[in-house]
């Protein structure tokens, strides 16, 4: 099955910086990869998604970028607050074969008023 | 927007006894739900995928007689975690997909705290 790693698994920033999350996948026939944000004891929030004919997206602060031939992804912030700390999760999965969702490890981060 | 809700939102229980949780798309129709288990500060963890009128599909080393799937409807799946122990403990979340969104969207519920004393 699929197997995806995450990158780093803790990151402190102070706020106005930008952050980097990475994550590698190992089935090349994924093709979609989201992007949530959990905060403690809550559900996953989708914060940007991407599918695998694009290699960019962007929304406002965040974007995703995708190297399907390295197959990695990554997720950037830019001009971080203090709200955006939480854990955040990368996953893949592939479309039309049951979509299941198999997520990384996940990231904590720590955004430094 | 898309709304997963899931019931109950904690439950404690003892050892030995059966805890059913329930999970609903409540403004759309789920052919596909998706049941996960995250333990603390780790990742969610697929368990099944609950497909409405047929029975669930298990990852690879999850017991499906210990955690029971039914998906009898095409707005509510039930996991039933049969005989808990308190290795069970977990936050248990569901999730579910729009039959009409060609995507690949799922839309998580606020998860279930489980705790076996």
């Known amino acids: 099955g699929e197997n995806v790693e995450q990158h780093p698994s803790t990151l402190s920033v102070q706020e106005g910086d930008s952050a980097v999350i990475k994550c590698t996948y190992s089935d090349s026939a994924s093709n979609y990869f989201p992007w949530y944000k959990q905060e403690l004891g809550k559900r996953p929030q989708l914060i940007i998604d991407?599918?695998?004919?694009?290699g960019e997206k962007k929304d406002q602060r965040i974007a995703v970028t995708l190297n399907k031939t390295a197959k990695h992804f990554s997720l950037h912030i830019t001009e971080t607050q203090p709200e955006d700390s939480a854990v955040y999760f990368c996953a893949a999965s592939i479309s039309n074969t049951g979509n299941q969702f198999y997520f990384g490890t996940g990231t904590s981060l720590t955004v430094i008023p | 927007g898309a709304v997963v809700s899931q019931h109950p939102s904690r439950v404690i229980c003892k050892s030995g006894t059966s805890v059913k949780i329930e999970c609903r798309s409540l403004d759309f129709q789920a052919t596909t739900m998706f049941w996960y288990r995250q333990f603390p500060k780790q990742s969610l963890m697929l368990m099944a995928t609950?497909?409405?009128?047929?029975?669930?599909?298990?990852e690879q080393g999850v017991e499906k007689d210990k955690f029971l799937i039914n998906h009898a409807s095409l707005t509510l799946s039930t996991l039933t975690v049969t005989s808990a122990h308190p290795e069970d403990s977990s936050f248990y979340i569901c999730s579910a997909r729009d039959w009409r969104d060609s995507y690949n969207e799922q839309f998580f519920g606020p998860g279930t705290r489980l705790t076996v004393l």
């Open positions: 991407i599918r695998s004919n694009v």
């Open positions: 609950s497909n409405e009128g047929s029975k669930a599909t298990y």
